[in-house]
């Protein structure tokens, strides 16, 4: 036995209600004011369903439901012939390349961290390897920069510098040393 706090007169006058073509909204105000209760459009609905009352007499969906038809589905229809079978996306990106990694015309000091001094170019190298040794370039830094004038145009500019620039930049760093 189902329990409920609806009372067996109040489920009758549901059932006389719907029968005579109210809402469900207006059954449950109906039901609310003969009753002093409050029920909702809601559970007059949830009380219907368990009393096994249909929508008989009552408006119909505008949209056929019926189940889709197994047949219908796998197959293509006749007006769907200018669309082909299943399209794969071609990839957006291309095979890319292993990049050539710049190098600056200088050769390192290869200095520890504990080696660097204040004015010192602290350009890593190496760690690419496990266990592998950082050292740092250690040559004079460029000032306002924490590298070298070779380290900060490989560091800034993506465009590889003219071999002039870089013979420049190798003069005044050895004209500084």
């Known amino acids: 036995m189902e329990l409920s706090n609806w009372a067996p ?7 006389e209600l ?7 909204s207006e059954a449950a105000r109906a039901i609310n004011s003969r009753f002093n209760t409050f029920y909702t459009r809601s559970a007059a609905l949830g009380r219907a369903r368990r009393l096994g009352l249909g929508a008989d007499g009552r408006l119909q969906p505008s949209m056929p439901t019926k189940p889709a038809d197994l047949h219908d589905i796998g197959e293509p229809r ?5 669309t082909s079978a ?3 996306p071609v ?3 291309k095979e890319i390349k292993p990049l050539k990694l710049r190098c600056a015309a200088i050769e390192p000091r290869h200095i520890s961290l504990t080696e660097l001094e204040s004015g010192d170019c602290r350009y890593p190298y190496g760690g690419d390897e496990e266990s592998e040794v950082i050292t740092f370039c250690g040559h004079p830094r460029r000032p306002g920069s924490a590298y070298c004038t070779p380290h900060f145009h490989l560091s800034r500019n993506p465009v590889v510098p003219s071999e002039h620039a870089v013979s420049t930049a190798l003069l005044r760093m050895l004209e500084t040393a």
């Open 9 to 15: 007169e109040h489920s009758d006058a549901l059932r």
């Open 18 to 24: 719907l029968a005579k073509g109210m809402s469900y």
């Open 78 to 82: 006749a007006s769907d012939s200018r």
């Open 86 to 88: 299943l399209v794969w």
């Open 91 to 93: 990839p957006l990106f």
